[in-house]
């Protein structure tokens, strides 16, 4: 059973970062591309950020330069470095994996970025 769990997220001032962990289970996690989403109020979930078993990143236009995806395989962890944080990064954030012929989620992490 693939299981996703997200941590990390929180309150934080425009300008500052936080840094987004989701522990992966049940998978051959270091064959998986991983990816980052985020769903902001109101609005559609948005690809941020993925990262490939060879290592290979692509990011939205709108992270790129801020945000860092990374990934520690012998713990089977997925990392998201966010700097300079803007209120238009606040959703909740989600990790996923497309695995064994489906998609799972997280359950997903809050991110609220306010003054």
């Known amino acids: 059973q693939v299981r996703l769990v997200e941590s990390g997220g929180g309150l934080v001032q425009p300008g500052g970062s936080l840094r987004l962990s989701c522990a992966a289970s049940g998978l051959n996690f270091r064959i998986y591309t991983m990816n980052w989403y985020r769903q902001a109020p109101g609005k559609e979930r948005e690809l941020v950020a993925n990262?490939?078993?060879?290592?290979?990143?692509n990011y939205a236009d709108s992270v790129k330069g801020r945000f860092t995806i990374s990934r520690f395989n012998p713990r089977n962890l997925l990392y998201l470095q966010m700097n300079s944080l803007e209120p238009d990064d606040t959703a909740v954030y989600y990790c996923?994996?497309?695995?064994?012929?489906?998609?799972?989620w997280g359950q997903g992490t809050q991110v609220t970025v306010t003054s």
């Open positions: 990262i490939t078993s060879s290592g290979n990143t």
């Open positions: 996923n994996v497309r695995a064994f012929s489906a998609v799972f």
